[in-house]
């Protein structure tokens, strides 16, 4: 599936302090790849290849795949927000 980043954005993204903190501390080439999921989340943030709707004790939640690391954010609908809570390595993003 492609995304026209040109199109009409959808929802404002919001980065918490923790996926803040992360972002920061990761290399470019990984900052690279995380701005374009947080372009992607801006116009389509549930569809899309490498995004899935988490269950069980975190259902509510999202996770969009970054290579071997995972973003995990929550969409609030009614304000057209997806806030970014955790950016981890695969590993330990579930612990």
């Known amino acids: 599936m492609l995304i026209n980043l040109n199109e009409n954005i959808n929802y404002t ?3 918490g302090i923790d996926a803040q903190d992360f972002f920061e501390s990761a290399s470019a080439t990984l900052q ?17 290849p490498n ?3 988490l269950k069980g004790e975190f259902s509510g939640y999202y996770r969009y795949r970054v290579g071997d690391y ?7 609908d009614n304000s057209k ?12 993003v579930y612990e």
């Open 13 to 15: 993204v919001v980065i």
């Open 32 to 48: 690279k790849k995380l701005d374009r999921c947080f372009e992607i989340l801006k116009i389509e943030p549930r569809n899309y």
């Open 51 to 53: 995004i899935k709707a």
């Open 70 to 76: 995972r973003v995990i954010y929550e969409i609030d």
């Open 81 to 92: 927000l997806v806030t970014i809570l955790l950016i981890a390595h695969r590993s330990k």
